[in-house]
Every structure is written in C-alpha cells, then in structure tokens.
C-alpha cells in the first residue's frame, strides 16, 4: 500500500522560506516521477515541480523557477520542497504525488500522470 505524507508547510511573511517533505511507503522510491503540486481556493491543481529519482532530472513551472528547489533523498524514501522568496501568490495548499515504477518524468508532469497522492499541507504567505 503506497502512502504519501507531507510536512513542513506554514505561515511565513513575503520574502520567507519554507521546506517541505513527503516520505513515500509502500514503494520502490529509486524508479519513481514525484512532485509537488499546489492549489489556491478557486483554482485549479498546478504543478510545480518534480523529479525523477532514478537520475535526479527536474523539471519546475515558470512562476518558480529560481525561487524553489526540489531535491530527493532516496535513503529516506524522501522528497523535499525548497521554497524561497516566497510571495503571496504562493499560497495554495501543496501536494505530494508519485508515479511507480516510471521509466521517467513526464516533462509536463500533468495531474493525470499521477496515481498517488499526498493530503496536503497548507502555506500561507502574508504581505
């Protein structure tokens, strides 16, 4: 059974940082495409990061390009979520999701790509 659990989420003002995880169970976490999604009230699920765990290869959505970092370790079946510089713009509740046994990322990484899924942990951003 594939469970995925997030953490790290928080209230920060603009400019703050915030790190996220997800550790993932129940999976062969070396061969996966994992990533972050977000979604504001009102608004569709975006994606906006992932990676490949087998090689490290990342993909990101241009509004984070430079502010966010996501990174894995694949020891503790784990996968993080730097997050930077952050605005108001970034609030949204984020989600953890995983593709197994994936020979790769899709580059668009888009939500139907996805079988598993986090719950979600929410960020606020105040200005």
């Known amino acids: 059974q594939v469970q995925l659990v997030e953490s790290g989420g928080g209230s920060v003002q603009a400019g703050g940082s915030l790190r996220l995880s997800c550790t993932a169970s129940?999976?062969?976490?070396?061969?996966?495409?994992m990533a972050w999604f977000r979604q504001a009230p009102g608004k569709e699920r975006e994606g906006v990061a992932s990676?490949?765990?087998?090689?490290?290869?990342?993909n990101y959505v241009d509004s984070v390009k430079g502010r966010f970092t996501i990174a894995q370790d694949n020891a503790k079946n784990t996968m993080y979520l730097q997050m930077n510089r952050l605005n108001p713009e970034d609030n949204a509740i984020y989600y953890c999701?995983?593709?197994?046994?994936?020979?790769?990322?899709?580059?668009?990484?888009?939500?139907?790509?996805?079988?598993?899924w986090g719950q979600g942990t929410q960020v606020t951003v105040s200005s």
């Open positions: 990676v490949y765990t087998r090689d490290g290869t990342t």
């Open positions: 999701a995983a593709r197994s046994r994936s020979g790769y990322c899709h580059r668009d990484f888009p939500v139907w790509y996805f079988g598993y």
């Open positions: 129940g999976v062969i976490f070396s061969s996966m495409c």
